[in-house]
T-cell receptor
Framework: LAKTTQPISMDSYEGQEVNITCSHN???????ITWYQQFPSQGPRFIIQ???TKVTNEVASLFIPADRKSSTLSLPRVSLSDTAVYYC???????????FGQGTELSVKP | ETGVTQTPRHLVMGMTNKKSLKCEQH?????MYWYKQSAKKPLELMFV???????ENNSVPSRFSPECPNSSHLFLHLHTLQPEDSALYLC?????????????FGPGTRLTVL
């Protein structure tokens, strides 16, 4: 499975756009990029998944360049409640495993 | 509320105790998972069940014994645990085995082994 590298922590302020970049140099042809969010003392929650270019849903956008060796999760206008750990995962969309790394601890300040 | 419930939410036990963690999903999913999350460490996949059959044991010590009586319920039986087993134990389910975009997690059981 492709290994991912993302910043350990990030700080932001309410109302700002936050971009978290994940590197996955060894991504395979069949791999998808998936992001999960975890609040303290809760289980992770699926945010968004993509294969290439751009994916957008009601929560976030995911930008994937043509070489797919990195991806960027974009959270528009964050609020205090977006303070959480964000995990980038790479693997088969079906029949794959969720292999979690250290994640990025996002702290949103007033 | 994700449709996956876990009980108890908190558990303190001694090394000689026997206890069980329970997970129930109300989503009609066919696959269920146990994960372990230790402090400052990534989540680790422990066991996977598909249609009540265990499909994966990720080299978990035998002091952890899973049970899946039906597709909606998953148990983790604990006995003679060690202090290093203290962690957050998370249950998850998905419609299809190995789905990476539709795994729903429960709130977890915070386990402390004294």
């Amino acid at each position: 499975l492709a290994k991912t590298t993302q910043p350990i922590s990030m700080d932001s302020y309410e109302g700002q756009e936050v971009n978290i970049t994940c590197s996955h140099n060894n991504i395979a042809t069949n791999d998808y990029i998936t992001w999960y969010q975890q609040f303290p003392s809760q289980g992770p929650r699926f945010i968004i998944q993509g294969y290439k270019t751009k994916v957008t849903n009601e929560v976030a956008s995911l930008f994937i360049p043509a070489d797919r060796k990195s991806s960027t999760l974009s959270l528009p206008r964050v609020s205090l409640s977006d303070t959480a750990v964000y995990y980038c995962l790479v693997g088969d969309r079906r029949g794959g495993k969720l292999i979690f790394g250290q994640g990025t601890e996002l702290s949103v300040k007033p | 509320e994700t449709g996956v419930t876990q009980t108890p939410r908190h558990l303190v036990m001694g090394m000689t105790n026997k206890k069980s963690l329970k997970c129930e999903q109300h989503l009609g999913h066919n696959a269920m998972y146990w994960y372990k999350q230790s402090a400052k460490k990534p989540l680790e996949l422990m066991f996977v069940y598909n249609f009540k059959e265990q499909t994966e044991n990720n080299s978990v010590p035998s002091r952890f014994s899973p049970e899946c009586p039906n597709s909606s319920h998953l148990f983790l039986h604990l006995h003679t645990l060690q202090p290093e087993d203290s962690a957050l134990y998370l249950c998850a389910s998905s419609q299809v085995l190995g789905d990476t975009d539709t795994q729903y997690f429960g709130p977890g059981t915070r386990l402390t082994v004294l």
